[in-house]
């Protein structure tokens, strides 16, 4: 499903044309560290192939990233020393399918549009971590995952 001129983000990502924060990657998946986290840890996970949306996935391809994304919450939750982790699977900014794992730090970390009671919604720029800090994270997530149970 994925060609060398496929211009996908997500798909060169997989290939390792663009750097990321890899800290997990298999036959079928990459997880990666976001590059504008909502909180520190915010990983994506990708197939590796080319499938526009979520509902595109094979059932086998969509329960091994949700396996992952259990295996990850885990972490998470222990790590940031919260009691949840967030997993949705997301297509609004690009069209690959993906789910984002995170650390639910405030009730508002992940929302809708239908809670947020002003008309006018203004957004501050995302904060980027440091190179520093991402190498770190992606060293800590990497490890944690060599410890817990097998791959998806």
Known sequence: MTSPSHPCLFCRIARREIPAHIVYEDDYLVAFLDNGPIRPGHVQIIPRDHYPTFDDLTAELASRIIVLG???????????????????????????????????????????????????????????????????????????????????
Do not use: C, W
């Not at 690959?96 to 009730?107: D, E, I």
């Open 70 to 152: 259990q295996r990850l919450a885990r972490i998470l939750k222990a790590s940031h020393n919260v009691s949840r982790a967030a997993f949705l699977f997301t297509g609004g900014d690009i069209a690959h399918a993906h789910a984002h794992v995170l650390p639910m730090v405030a009730a508002t970390d992940i929302t809708s549009r239908r809670y947020i009671a002003e008309e006018e919604i203004t957004f501050r720029p995302i904060p980027r971590p440091s190179e520093d800090e991402l190498r770190h994270v992606a060293f800590t997530l990497r490890e944690a995952l060599k410890g817990r149970e097998a791959a998806p």
